[in-house]
C-alpha cells in the first residue's frame, strides 16, 4: 500500500489552509509541513524523505520552478496556482499535474491519483474512483469561467486569442494555440491544422480537406494530412 508523505510550499495562508483540509481526506497522503517559502522548503528536504511536494509558482525569495531546477534529486511535484500561462512551463520540468485555483477536491483528488507508484482504488472515496472531469479556467470579459475538457468541440487560433467551441456555448479568451494543445490529452486532441485543434471523439466524418464536427467544417492543413489519415484512418477518395 504506497503512502506518500507530502509537503505544501504556499505563501498565501488559505490556499495553505485548503490544502491541507485536502490532504486530511485521503488516507494515502501524510503531511510533513507547510512552508511560506522554497528556502524553508530546502530544509525540510534535508530532513524529511518528501515522496510529494505541492507547489505555488509565485513564492517570495525564489520562485517554484526555479525552486525545481535547484533539486537534483526531485520528489514528485504536483504545481498549485492561479497562473495558467505557466503550464507549458511547468510540464517542461515532468510535474504530476497542474491544478489551478481556486482548487476543487475533485480535481484534487484527480492529481493526487496521477501520482508515480498506482493508488489502490480501495484508499479513493468512492465518489471519486471513476474518472474524473477534468477543467480548465480560463479568463473572459474580467472574470474566468470554466470549460470542462470532455465538452470541447474544438479550438480555433485567432492571433493572440483562442475561440473554444462547445455544444451549448463559445468562449474567446487570450491563450496561444500551442499553450493549450500542451494542456490537452493528446489521445483525443489532435492538431489538424495551424489555426485549429479538434477533439477526435467529437468527429463526424472527415475528408482529406475538412472535418465536421457538430454540423460544423474545420480545414484539415496541407501539412497535417498524413497525421489525420493516420489517426482517423483512410478517406473516401
Known sequence: M???NC???E???LAAEVLQDYIGQVSFLTLKAVCRDAIFALEILQKEKIDLIFLDINLPKLKGLDFIKTLKHAPQIIITTAY???ALQGYEYNVVDYLLKPIEF???LAGVNKLKGEVPQSLIPAGFRDAERRYLFFNVSK???KIYLDEILYIESLKEYIRIYTKSRNILTKFQLGEIE???DKSNFIRVHRSFIVAKDKIEAFTATDIEINGKQVPVGRSYKELVQSLLGPYSK
Open 11 to 13: 505563501d498565501e495562508p
Open 84 to 86: 495558467h500561462e505557466y
Open 2 to 4: 504506497p503512502q506518500f
Open 106 to 108: 475533485s480535481r484534487f
Open 7 to 9: 509537503i505544501i510550499v
Open 143 to 145: 472574470k474566468r469561467v
Open 182 to 184: 500542451e494542456m490537452l
